[in-house]
């Protein structure tokens, strides 16, 4: 049946080539954990993946509960938490994988920095791969006010008040991030919920995209 | 490794493995979400609670009269008290009849003799559906069931209402 579908589409619109071109490769040996069990440090990036795509529907399915709204922010995350079948579980996915995502990166980037995998012709996908890590502590950065209890209310002040030490426009910048220039309140939790759930999302999207075509044009970097 | 043809080769094995363990995987990380995602479907009905309306069953005369009250809501973390309203009346019987002003068209507000074309009858003013004073849609106009009516009981002489139960399409 499946492979039926599988054919009639192919027959009009041959798929085969592009599924090869995304998934059908070899994988180098020395990059494969059965031959070189060393080589284990080569799943980080993947793990780093994996656990994106887990925090992607994780957040896809908390924003069911929750509301971006002062009133009750805290309130929906507590029904969602003590009310909701399974909702501890998934709050708890998004709430561990968010460190797990950060851990993951830093591995990741760490055996890429000493196998200097970054080197010529790969410096391109080192700083898209900066990037990336960026957009996953302003992730980091956003997601940890939208619970709006006392821990995030106060953590979000401090990371404020470092964009406010930015020489010449941290004034501007803490108020474009906050939504107001003095009030951490109720435009900075709509702002930085809007930041974590479309923009930053967003550019995360483009910028795998790009990571990954690249390393499929460039391929694994050589053995040591 | 025997000679004899391999019911199931290395290839298959792995293959056979590799989905199975992707698929508790996956399986594992998609139970929690759905089952958070499909739990108001899982809720148990709501148990509608009686409410004193504040109208004394001998103040209820054979007119229909307007009926407004609040009822405790609680939609998830948000606690609210909504209004009610009914078409409360007593029939040749004497019994008390306590009807839903929902119209079963398409949930516009009916009132009775809304319409000074229509005596003795409910009027829908959204497409002039209409019922007759047991709340029976009349045949012709836009609604094809019955308004609902109200589960009610009487305690100290006053009126309490309850949830209002749809009646079958007459």
């Known amino acids: ?224 | 490794m025997s000679e004899e043809k391999q019911q199931v080769s290395r290839r298959q094995f792995l293959n056979y493995t590799l989905t199975g363990v992707g698929g508790f995987m996956a399986a594992g990380l998609l139970a929690p979400m759905l089952r958070m995602a499909i739990d108001p479907v899982l809720q148990p009905p709501s148990e509608g609670e009686f409410v004193n309306v504040g109208l004394a069953v001998e103040d209820i005369t054979t007119t229909p009269q307007r009926v407004d009250w609040k009822i405790k809501q609680v939609d998830g973390w948000y606690e609210s008290e909504p209004g009610r309203t009914a078409w409360v009346y007593k029939d040749d019987n004497g019994d008390i009849i306590a009807l839903s002003p929902i119209c079963t068209h398409l949930g516009c507000v009916v009132s009775w003799e809304g319409s000074e074309d229509h005596p003795n009858q409910f009027f829908c003013p959204c497409h002039d559906g209409r019922y007759t004073k047991d709340g029976v849609n009349v045949k012709g106009t836009p609604p094809l069931a019955p308004l609902p009516t109200f589960e009610q009981k009487v305690e100290n002489g006053m009126l309490y209402l309850g949830k209002a139960i749809p009646r079958k399409g007459a």
């Open chain 1, 1 to 224: 049946m499946l492979q039926k579908i599988y054919d009639w589409i192919d027959e009009r619109i041959d798929i085969t080539p592009i599924w090869r071109d995304i998934a059908d490769h070899e994988v180098p040996e020395h990059v494969n954990p059965a031959h070189h069990f060393s080589a284990f440090v080569y799943c980080f990036g993947g793990l780093t993946f994996f656990v994106v795509v887990i925090q992607i529907l994780s957040g896809m399915f908390l924003t069911m509960y929750y509301v971006p709204d002062i009133e009750n922010a805290w309130k929906s995350v507590y029904y969602l938490q003590t009310e909701v079948a399974h909702g501890q579980i998934v709050r708890g996915m998004h709430h561990w994988g968010a460190s797990v995502v950060i851990v993951m990166l830093l591995l990741h980037t760490l055996r890429v920095f000493f196998q200097g995998a970054y080197k010529k012709p790969r410096e391109l996908n080192w700083m898209v791969g900066v990037l990336i890590f960026f957009v996953m502590l302003g992730l980091g950065f956003t997601g940890y006010l939208l619970p709006w209890d006392n821990k995030a209310y106060f953590a979000t002040q401090v990371g404020l008040e470092m964009a406010e030490q930015v020489p010449v426009i941290g004034g501007e910048l803490k108020a474009l991030l906050a939504g107001d220039e003095e009030i951490v309140g109720a435009q900075t939790l709509t702002r930085f919920f809007a930041i974590h759930v479309f923009f930053l999302p967003g550019a995360l999207f483009a910028l795998m995209a790009i990571h990954f075509v690249l390393i499929r044009r460039q391929g694994i970097s050589g053995p040591l």
